[in-house]
């Protein structure tokens, strides 16, 4: 039985796109090839049981298929004519169960109520990212026999798609569609899922996100430059040079800059969809004149400012003062010859600022100032600071003006320079945040857009949202709540991607994307647990420190190997 299932599953694999969360729906226009037939689902195996029927049902539904006919064979006559599952679904552990309910079993023999149980990691937004939601999962359903043969049927399916984590990663692809952030004149990865199949209209359905606009988890941190009045005048298709054409209207009146803005936009968004070059056309002209042929080389370094230049290696702080990661040395200034009691520090991402947590007269008190010079107290201290974080460099600016850190676990506060160099402390909104637990680390995201932190020892990205007077810490979601316990540190590797310590003996070190849908670990070997602090950044080594010293790997698989300046008790850190 086992067998006819797989082999069933198997036959359904074919039968063409999904219509489930943003796909394109096909439309026949001028140099396009006419939609394919689509393909028969062969119904379930004769005689299949409830609770094999039940299993089948959840993994087709994750299979492709027009209006989820992979999955509608399972249903009786009227739940198949009347199903329509959100666009949303559920994703569950890979290992679930299907039993009978015992408690409350039909007095009709020919009507089974079974249970599925398992362990739910998320869901699937009706935007099409993914919100990490572990717990436990069930879903009842109610089957009855059908027809003179008498074969089982579901009646009651879910309002939602149910599927496993590993049919939805075959089925499924993430794609980083950008946005733009103001606060760092650089886009912004926001991790959106699509349909893998067919690969010619993936092209296509990244564009329909990007339309839509950001998910809710970015909402209100980033700009759309491709909302109203801009569409999309047809499909999106290939055309017969190979290219992909995007043609826009809605775009009269657009100024130069915008409209090389929403090319950016564009080809980023399809970079990891296509390798071919992108025809960009508004109303059937070029959107940006003498430029209608695009490739993601050809953009300006927009993620230049969200990135350390490669001559800043990276600092730590080790008995108390500040020292070069790159030479061992220490730095300039007070800050490395002694003249602070330093805790913790940060180096802005431009390199041109140090914020250091100085220990002082019984508690924490903050300094910042240039990089290599005195740095003057501000008005920030208590019983504890987290290590400072870094806003990116404002477009137009000279450095970075804002610096970041919680105060006593609770009270997250920012500093910004005011006009005469003074750092006045401004307060965050943060009740979100420190609702899940007191925080001992947060880490802002190189392009400013997000917050890595730390909170009872679990790992939370939440969006950073500006206002003319305000900003808040928003749509905290909470990443591998079940596996993921006892965090100690993090950083960003990539503005999609982070890299955190625990002190947890058999994953010390993990790395994750920010919604938190996967996790690795790290080769622990050569590693002394617990690890205490971690750095990373684009394109470089990940740093980590434990009691014996400091450790370097790039890939999952390596061994750690020591750093070349390794000394017990350091905490090392990249600029940001």
Known sequence: MRRAVLAVLCLVLLAGCANIPQESQPMVVPGDKPPQAIATVPDPPKDIDALSLARAFVRASALPGPNNAAAKVYLDEQARANWKPGRGMTIIDDIFNTTYDTENRPPDPNVQVVNVHGFALGALS???????????????????????????????????????????????????????????GTFVPDLRYVVAKPQSGLAGRVMDLLMLGPSEGLAGSVRNFLAD???????????????????????????????????????????????TRIRLLA????????????????????????????DLLGLMTVGGRVRSLG????????????GYDVASAAQSIDGKRLAVVERAEGRMRLRVGDYGRELPQTELFGGSLTRPTWRPVAPGGDASGEVWT????????????????????????????TALGPITELRLSRDGARAAVVAGGKLVVAAVVRTADSVTLRAPRLLQGRDLKDVVDVDWATPDTLVAATSSNSQPVVKLPLDGLRMDAFNSSNLTPPVHAVTAGPNRPIVVADGGGLWVASELGEVWRPHGHTTPGADPFYPG
């Open 126 to 184: 009706g935007d099409s990212s993914f919100v990490p939601n572990q717990g436990p999962f069930k879903l009842q359903l109610e089957l009855r026999r059908q027809g003179a043969a008498g074969q089982w049927r579901i009646v009651n399916p879910p309002p939602n798609l149910v599927v496993t984590d590993t049919d939805f990663s075959v089925n499924y692809i993430r794609v980083p569609v950008s946005f733009y952030s103001q606060d760092a």
């Open 229 to 275: 009045p801009i569409t999309i005048e047809n499909n999106v298709k290939t055309a017969d040079d190979g290219s992909v054409v995007v043609p826009l209207t809605g775009l009269t009146g657009a100024s130069p800059e915008s409209r090389n803005l929403i090319a950016a936009q564009i080809v980023l968004s399809l970079q990891t969809v296509t390798s």
């Open 283 to 310: 109303d059937g002209a070029p959107l940006v004149p003498g430029h209608e042929y695009w490739r993601a080389s050809e953009l300006p370094a927009y993620g230049a400012v969200a990135s350390p230049s490669s």
């Open 327 to 338: 030479t061992g040395a220490p730095v300039e200034g007070p800050a490395g010859a002694g």
């Open 406 to 433: 919680v105060v006593d676990h609770t009270t997250v506060a920012r500093l910004v320079v005011a006009p005469g160099g003074h750092w006045a402390p401004q307060g965050v909104n943060a009740n979100e945040v």
